[in-house]
């Protein structure tokens, strides 16, 4: 019997260790990370190592080294620290506050188990954000002079809610940086959280933002989507026409004193908006005195805390939903493969695509309808496909693997780069939704392949499990043993 192997030894980079991924954006690698001191001290932090693309591009560095150095100047309750701006082995990096919780984006993704988002606590997320966002307009440099700062990048994705039920803007002065250089292909804007004047490339101020803040308090109050469409350009042009249909219709808790501050928040003209965040955040606080909405950090974290456990119930088959008259544990679970894929633009050295995105999802698509598989996701870009192994797990992931490979040529031949994983498991599909119960999304196979298309982008190929590895005739390198949880292991491979 063989000796298991032992976990990876942490990444040392520079004065930290890099202990585990926790993102891969089209700007930087985001880890978590332990910094050593005198005395056997420790700190856990975050790590964000700017990509290699990036990394050599002599403008760009300028650009992010002058919003570091502004965004590490930021000192507010309410804003993620900034640690250090630094440079090792030609890599810049930024090393922050790790805040040890959820973005809001995925609390309110794993929370739709547990019905609507609470409005008081909506609510609060949207006071803390705006005190950050009201000290961040107003900071001034040494001298006394305004900065005129703007986030640029307001979105649910960018709010970090602690488990002791702590707000945090996070990327405060980076993202300017990232939007000026947005014209070489590199770098993608959350297009569905921009101002209309923002989308229009005009001079931006804090109103922007108070906007960007608006179209997540509406989605996340109504549990729908407000700008965003099937493709980049009509997302885009739904942005730049602002037109926001009421909210009451979605959800009765919202007052028509809500409503009009909402609207007023998205009003097409800046002029016609907030004055700026402080005048925006007296407004919402009396609506939350006068309709008895007020919460507590104690309140959200207790909230975080049940999203999380219904979460992690759910996943293990141990809930069933309230929208299915079958139980979940009477649905007999099938085996699926699941491909998680994402295309990506070229680094700047490189010749622009020859084709748009939505021009290559749709070749993506044909290739798919002809493999049998279900498209279960489909965003710009990028698409969650499941194949339901009915005639066995060997001959479905071969399949999925052609497949995968076919697609990868076919993004190439684009101009693009893939980033793919592939993950074999079973899930309990219900025959009402044919889906799996609420939070399926962050579960077994739908979670792992994700989180291997996010590795891989950096090698811009094709990853799988090596019980996928091992249903398939194509040459494979196992790439590492990757810690999951506890003392689990899972052996990564790659298609060669």
Not at 40 to 64: C, M, N, S, T, Y
Not at 411 to 434: C, E, F, K, M, N
Not at 442 to 470: D, I, Q
């Amino acid at each position: 019997m063989s000796t298991p192997a032992p976990p990876a030894a942490p990444e040392a980079f520079g004065p930290y260790q890099l202990l585990e991924k926790i993102a891969t954006g089209g700007m930087a690698e985001v880890f978590r990370a332990r910094a050593h001191g005198a005395m056997g001290f420790e700190k856990i932090l975050v790590v964000k190592r700017i990509l290699d693309q990036l990394a050599k591009d002599e403008e760009f560095r300028e650009l992010f080294k002058n919003e570091a150095r502004i965004a590490a100047e930021l000192a507010h309750v309410n804003i993620v620290q900034v640690f250090e701006l630094g440079e090792h082995e030609e890599y810049l990096f930024i090393a922050m506050e790790y805040v040890h919780g959820l973005d809001l984006a995925r609390l309110a993704s794993r929370a739709r188990s547990l019905g609507d988002f609470p409005v008081n606590l909506a609510l609060f997320v949207l006071g803390e954000v705006l005190k950050a966002l009201a000290y961040a307009h107003a900071h001034t440099d040494g001298e006394g002079r305004p900065l005129h700062l703007v986030h640029c990048d307001i979105s649910p994705q960018n709010v970090l809610i602690s488990f002791s039920g702590e707000v945090k803007l996070t990327d405060f002065g980076i993202s300017r940086a990232a939007i000026q250089k947005a014209d070489q292909n590199v770098i993608r804007g959350k297009y569905s959280y921009m101002s209309p004047e923002q989308a229009e490339s005009r001079p931006l101020d804090g109103r922007s933002d108070l906007f960007s803040l608006g179209t997540m308090l509406y989605e996340i109050l109504t549990g729908r989507r407000l700008f965003k469409s099937a493709s980049r350009d009509e997302t885009l042009a739904r942005v730049r026409r602002a037109e926001v249909p009421s909210p009451r219709p979605y959800r009765k808790e919202i007052s028509e004193e809500l409503e009009g501050f909402l609207l007023k928040t998205l009003s097409r003209h800046p002029n016609d908006r907030w004055a700026d965040a402080q005048e925006m955040y007296e407004a919402i606080s009396k609506i939350i005195l006068s309709e008895g909405h007020r919460a507590t950090n104690s309140d959200l974290a207790a909230y975080l805390r049940d999203v999380i456990e219904a979460a992690n119930a759910s996943a293990a088959g141990a809930a069933a939903s309230p929208k299915s008259h079958l139980p979940q544990k009477n649905i007999a679970p099938s085996p699926v493969v699941v491909l998680a894929m994402e295309a990506s633009p070229p680094p700047r050295s490189i010749a622009s695509p020859r084709q748009s995105i939505p021009s290559l999802t749709q070749e993506w698509l044909s290739v798919l309808e002809e493999s049998q598989a279900e498209v279960w996701e489909r965003g710009e870009g990028s698409l969650l496909v499941v194949w339901t192994a009915a005639t066995g797990f060997r001959e479905t992931v071969s399949n999925v693997v052609r497949t995968a490979l076919a697609l990868h040529k076919l993004t190439g031949q684009a101009g693009y780069r893939l980033s793919a994983g592939i993950a074999p498991g079973v899930a309990r599909i219900r025959p009402d939704t044919h889906r799996p119960a609420d939070g399926w999304e962050l579960a077994g196979p739908f979670y792992l392949a994700r989180w291997m298309m996010n590795l891989s982008a950096h090698r811009g190929r094709v990853l799988l499990t090596e019980v996928g590895a091992k249903q398939v005739e194509q040459q494979t390198v196992m790439l590492g043993r990757i810690p999951i949880q506890g003392n689990r292991y899972i052996n990564l491979h790659e298609v060669a």
